[in-house]
Nanobody, 122 residues
Framework: VQLVESGGGLVQAGGSLRLSCVGYGFAFADYNIAWFRQVLGKEREGLACISASDGYIYYGDSAKDRFTIFRDGVENKAYLQMNSLKPEDTARYYC????????????????WGQGTQVTVSS
């Protein structure tokens, strides 16, 4: 199982980014997918998750209203569209996958990507 994130970078406050997560070596469509972020020295924060079967979505408080999670079953990809970015959104963003767990607890996911850095300037 391999997950590879991309799409991070430097953006000004108020801007947008779309993060991508590609899955390799497993049946991506059968896995629940989540996005997390982490600032050095702080706990990993769950942002959004989307289920495998029916595409049910749940957002954490930090992601509500500004972030959108969606997935493409054909291309084995999941995305996190981030709008109205703020300097406090600066973090390393990770996608995670699990064939059983669905939620925003990082301990529930057995498969993680290496992350992509997002930096929002003021």
């Amino acid at each position: 199982v391999q997950l590879v994130e991309s799409g991070g970078g430097l953006v000004q406050a108020g801007g947008s980014l779309r993060l991508s997560c590609v899955g390799y070596g497993f049946a991506f469509a059968d896995y629940n997918i989540a996005w997390f972020r982490q600032v050095l020295g702080k706990e990993r924060e769950g942002l959004a998750c989307i289920s495998a079967s029916d595409g049910y979505i749940y957002y954490g408080d930090s992601a509500k209203d500004r972030f959108t999670i969606f997935r493409d079953g054909v291309e084995n990809k999941a995305y996190l569209q981030m709008n109205s970015l703020k300097p406090e959104d600066t973090a390393r963003y990770y996608c995670a996958a699990d064939d059983e767990y669905y939620g925003l607890g990082p301990g529930g996911y057995h498969n993680w990507g290496q992350g992509t850095q997002v930096t929002v300037s003021s």
